[in-house]
């Protein structure tokens, strides 16, 4: 057997969801948008620690100075990329939320079809046309989200 | 139930505290006041400031703050442990992964604490 | 219409471990009719054209589950894979992804068939000597056999396992086979395993690392719907209805 690197048959098998139906686009999904969440999680609380003058402010500060420092942040942040990226964001956090509540219902046995004796064309009942629904549903939301942000942060739709 | 099992149930637990959180926290910041508005320090009805010293709010971030920590930490130690097997490597995500998710904690809950002094 | 001959491109993997072990593709040109299956046109190959290739196969007729490889990116039974259906003029074909390669189209089971083995997958019963030595048999309704019996369909073609990507990285999972096998003995009326049938999936590399992508039911040769089996599963194991 040809040996291949571990990392990149992970990362070809998670990011590269081709040829096996929705639910596995829905997998992908599912997990870049959890890594990309978990990380925006990370950098938006060091962000918002600002709003008392930074992550190695351990007192109270005076209220003038929390004050400045947050304003600079604001400014800081305040430019066009950042405004896309958070954009984007938007778009996974609708999916991820939408998407989960399918795969907490599923992983609990809701929203699943009995099991019964095969029948020739097989269609897996596992695969319900109500989750269908909900993952569509998911992408319509993110895009909802998507479009919602844009328009707040780049006026682009409505003035 | 398994220690596992146990783990994963605290997933869906807090996927379901952070619908309702993170349902309040983009109110406040989205919904109930203009975007701009509600990112300025003071002066504004939902302003940073304002939205820290009412305590239930305080609290939902709070709420928001944790459970976002252990649902994302614990999606990343899943992702990590399948990328990997082997016994060091287990307990070298395991350690990097709660002592990541508790600094950002504290990071995070000191920030609510002091802020909603100021 | 059927007898009319057509031309194909087969793109195989060729892999031999005793000449240095560099895989390759080789190139063969084959007549196929509309009723060719891949493995008809491989076996042509073979006959004909370069015996060296290696082949698994046995009933031609998707129940041995000996013939699984991939077809044009999918893991596919080749005896049940018509060249007609696949609409290509070059069909690619590979060894099952996540297995290792013994030759060319020839993958391994070992892992497989153990992850299998793990799940005891037969009857458990308290009372041994009853079920060894007594004649008595077993009463089953309806409705208790149609709780497993869609999982009983299982021909261990290991398709499922080869589409699943969390097998593909996790070594220590047990795949959508295994998986589903143990529902069907834990589920099954008969059967005395209980809650302790759980145990051996209840760590972090088991049951709960499935995450639902489906693929394996989308590739299953036999309609068997390993990704239903697993999710009932782990409601079993999240909820403990059955214990001890
Ligand atoms: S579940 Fe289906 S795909 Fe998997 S081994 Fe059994 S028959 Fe093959
Ligand atoms: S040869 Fe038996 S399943 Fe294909």
């Given at each position: 057997m040809s040996v291949r690197n571990p990392v990149v048959t992970a990362l070809k098998t998670w990011l590269i969801p081709r040829r096996y139906g929705v639910m596995r686009w829905s997998y992908s999904l599912q997990r870049i948008s959890g890594v990309a969440i978990t990380l925006y999680f990370v950098l938006h609380i060091g962000e918002t620690a600002n709003v008392i003058g930074?992550?190695?402010?351990?007192s109270i500060p005076s209220y003038e100075y929390a004050r400045q420092v947050w304003t600079e942040t604001v400014e800081f942040l305040s430019n066009p990329f950042f405004d896309a990226g958070l954009a984007v964001l938007a778009f996974l956090i609708f999916f991820h939320t939408s998407n989960g509540v399918r795969l907490f219902l599923t992983h609990f046995g809701i929203l699943l079809g009995k099991p019964h004796r095969?029948?020739?064309p097989y269609h897996p009942a596992s695969m319900t046309k109500a989750q269908l629904t909900i993952f569509w549903v998911s992408i319509l939301l993110a895009v909802a989200a998507l479009l919602y942000s844009l328009n707040i942060f780049f006026k682009v739709i409505l003035p | 139930m398994s220690r596992e099992a146990r783990i994963m149930m605290l997933h869906y637990i807090t996927g379901l505290v952070i619908i309702v959180a993170g349902a309040i926290h983009l109110a406040t910041v989205f919904?109930?006041?203009p975007y701009e508005e509600s990112l300025?320090?003071?002066?504004?009805?939902?302003?940073v400031i304002n939205v820290y010293r009412n305590s239930l709010l305080a609290g939902s971030l709070e709420a928001l703050l944790l459970a976002v920590a252990f649902h994302g930490f614990n999606g990343l130690r899943v992702i990590l442990l399948e990328l990997h097997q082997g016994r060091t490597w287990t307990r070298a995500v395991n350690v990097a992964v709660t002592v990541a998710a508790i600094a950002v904690v504290i990071n995070g809950t000191k920030t609510i604490f002091i802020a909603s002094m100021l | 219409m059927s007898g009319k001959l057509q031309e194909v491109r087969l793109r195989v993997y060729r892999y031999d471990?005793?000449?240095?072990?560099r895989p390759r593709y080789d190139i063969f040109s084959v007549p196929v009719k509309k009723d060719t299956t891949v493995l008809s046109a491989l076996l042509y190959v073979k006959e004909k054209?370069?015996?060296t290739l290696s082949i698994r196969f046995s009933?031609?007729?998707?129940?041995?589950?000996?013939?699984?490889m991939m077809i044009n990116g999918l893991p596919r039974l080749a005896c049940y894979t018509l060249v007609s259906q696949l609409k290509s003029k070059t069909i690619t074909v590979q060894p099952l992804n996540n297995f290792p390669v013994v030759k060319d189209l020839v993958a391994d089971f070992t892992d497989f068939f153990g992850k299998h083995r793990a799940m005891k997958p037969y009857l458990l019963r308290i009372d041994t000597y009853e079920q060894e030595k007594s004649n008595i048999s077993y009463r089953q309704t309806d409705e208790e056999l149609l709780k497993y019996i869609q999982f009983a369909?299982?021909?261990?073609?290991?398709l499922c396992y080869a589409a699943c990507p969390v097998v593909a990285t996790d070594k220590r999972f047990p795949g959508p086979q295994a998986l589903s096998q143990l529902y069907r003995y834990y589920i099954d009326?008969?059967?005395?395993?209980?809650?302790?049938?759980l145990e051996v999936v209840s760590?972090?590399?088991?049951?709960?690392?499935?995450?639902?992508?489906g693929s394996c039911s989308q590739v299953c040769p036999k309609g068997v719907d390993p990704a239903l089996a697993i999710q009932l599963l782990r409601r079993e194991l999240l909820f403990g209805r059955r214990t001890g």
């Open positions: 930074g992550s190695q402010v351990w095969p029948e020739y | 919904l109930v006041s300025r320090f003071d002066n504004t009805p939902w302003s | 471990p005793s000449n240095g072990g054209l370069d015996p009933c031609r007729m998707a129940t041995c589950g000996s013939c699984g369909y299982c021909i261990r073609c290991g009326s008969r059967d005395e395993g209980g809650g302790e049938r760590d972090s590399h088991g049951v709960l690392r499935c995450h639902f992508a």
